[in-house]
C-alpha cells in the first residue's frame, strides 16, 4: 500500500501501536463499518436525486444535502472511511446514471466524483488532529466541528479549479464566468449541506448509542420570545429592504441569528436556521434562473455559516467556562490538602520533641523498676514497661509520619515573585467578594525571584489573605485589603494590610492556624513571618524571604 498522507497517518495513529497495524486498519473494516457505508450508499442516493431540484447550469447543485451525509459519516467514524467513501460515491452515480465511464475520460470522470470525498477527508484528519494538540477557544468543542463543515467545502472548491479550467467539458461550463458561478455553486450547495444536514444527524446518532449529552432544560417563555422576537425582526427587515428594490438582502437576518446563537448555543441557532431554509429553499426549487438562484442561495449560505459558527463559539465558551469552573474547584481541593499537610507537619513538629523525651524517660524509668522485688514491685516494673513499649511505639509512628508528611512534593527552585501574586490573585479575589471584601493587589516587582516550592509558598500568602478577609468582614463597613510585593537590600518582602477590630478573633472560634501554618512554611524556606499591629488600627503582616538569582 502506497504511503498514506500525513492527515491520514494520524487520523488512524490511535489504530494500533505501529505503522503496519494504522496501515491495515485503512483496509479492515469491522461489521459497523459496513453497516454505516451500506446505509450512506442509500442515503447518498437519495440525497443526490433530491439535490438536482436545485442544479444550476453546471455541474453542481446548489443545495446539496449529500455533502452533509458524507462529513457526519467522516467526523463520527473518522476520516480512515475516506477511500471507502469515495468507492460508494462513484457506484452511486453510476448506478443512478449521473455519469457514465464508457466516454473518454472515464478516470477524470472518477477523479471529479473521488476529489471532493478525499478533500473532506483531509480537512477532517486535520483538524482533528490540531484540536488534539492544542488547546484554546477556537479549538475546543464544538468548534472544531463547525469549521470542518466550513472548511470541508472550501477545501473541495479548491481542488476543483484545476479540473473546472482544463477539462471544461466534464462539467459543461465554456468560459471564466461559468467556472466561477460554477464552483460558487459547489460551495455554497455543500455548505448548506454541511452545517445544516450533518449536525442533526450526528446528534441523533449520539443518541441512538446513548451518548448524548444531558437533557436541558426546556427554554423559558422569555427567551422564546427574544429569540422569535430578534428572528421575526430580521427577517421583517430583510423582506423591506427586497420589496424596496434593493435586491436580496440578508444582513438583517443575518444579524439575527447570530445574535440567537451567541445568546443561546448552537440548538436555538440551528432552531432559527431551520425556519430561514423552509421559508428559502422551497421558493428556489424547480425552474429558476441560476444567477438568480445563487443569489439566494449564497445569500441563505452566509446566514447558516454566520449563526452555525456563533452558536457553536458560543458553546465552546461555555465549555471553556466549565473547565476552567472545575479546574478551580480541584485547585481550591489541592489548596485544602495543602493546609492539611501543612497542619499535620506543624503539628507533628511540635509533638515529636515531647514524645521523644517520654520515650527517653519511659525507658529509664523501665530499667531503674526492672530489680525491684514484691508484689508492688513487680507491678510497678510491669507498668514501666508498658509505658515504654507504649512510647516507643507513638515514636516510631510519629517519625514514619515526619518521613511521610515531610516529604516535598516538588523541589525547590526560583519562583517570581509576580508570578507567585498572580497564582494568588484569582484566588484570593475570589474568597474577598464572597466576603464582600474589596481586595487591592499591587504590581510586583517582575524581576525578583526567591527560592522555594511554590505550590506551598502561595498557600502561606493566600493564608495571610485569608485572615486579613476575615479580619475585615467583621468590621462595617468593610474596610479594604491590600497586598503588596517589593525589594528590600537582598530580600523580598510581601505585605498584607488590613484594619481589625482591637480585639479581633477568628469569627469561627479558631485560634489562627492559618498564620501558624503560614509561620512553619515561610521558616521552612529561611524566611521570616511578622505581624504588626499600628497605631491607626492597622494590622500589617510581613513575608521576608532571601532574594536568589534566576537560572
Known sequence: MTALPRPFRFAVADMGDDAGTARRAMVRLDRRDWWALALYALAFAAAHRVSHLWSGSGFYSLWFPAAGL????????GARLTPWIAVVEVLDNVVLGFVSLDRAGGVMTIWGIIRPVFAYGLTVAGIRWLAGRRRGTLLSAPMPFGLAATLAPLAGAALAVPQALYNPE????TNMREVIVSLSAFVVGDLLGTLFVAPP????ADLAQGRGRQRRPAPSLAVLAEALGVLALGLGL???????????QPAP????????????GRAAAWGALLIIVLIVLPDTAGAMATPERLQYHLALATIVVAGYLAGSFADAQASARATLERRDRLLFQAERLKTLRAMSVAVIHEASQPLSTLAIEARHLRHLT??????????IAES???????????????RRLRRFGGHAADRPQPVAIAALIDMVAPLARAEARDAGVALEIAPATPDAFVLAQEVELAQAVMNLVRNAVQAAR????APPVTLSAGVALDRAILSVTNRAAASHAPKDGGMGVGTFIARAIVEAHGGTLSRTRLADGMVLATLSLPLVEPR
Open 238 to 248: 430583510s423582506r423591506l429592504l427586497t420589496a424596496g428594490g434593493l435586491g436580496v
Open 253 to 264: 437576518v443575518l444579524v439575527a441569528v447570530a445574535w440567537i446563537g451567541l445568546r443561546f
Open 170 to 173: 466534464l462539467t459543461g461550463v
Open 201 to 204: 444527524l450526528l446528534w441523533l
Open 384 to 398: 514501666a514497661a508498658l509505658i515504654d513499649r507504649k512510647a516507643d511505639h507513638l515514636a516510631t509512628m510519629i
Open 70 to 77: 458524507r462529513l457526519a459519516l467522516m467526523w463520527r467514524m
Open 474 to 477: 467583621d468590621l462595617s463597613p
Open 370 to 379: 526492672a530489680d525491684l522485688g514484691g508484689d508492688l514491685g513487680g507491678e
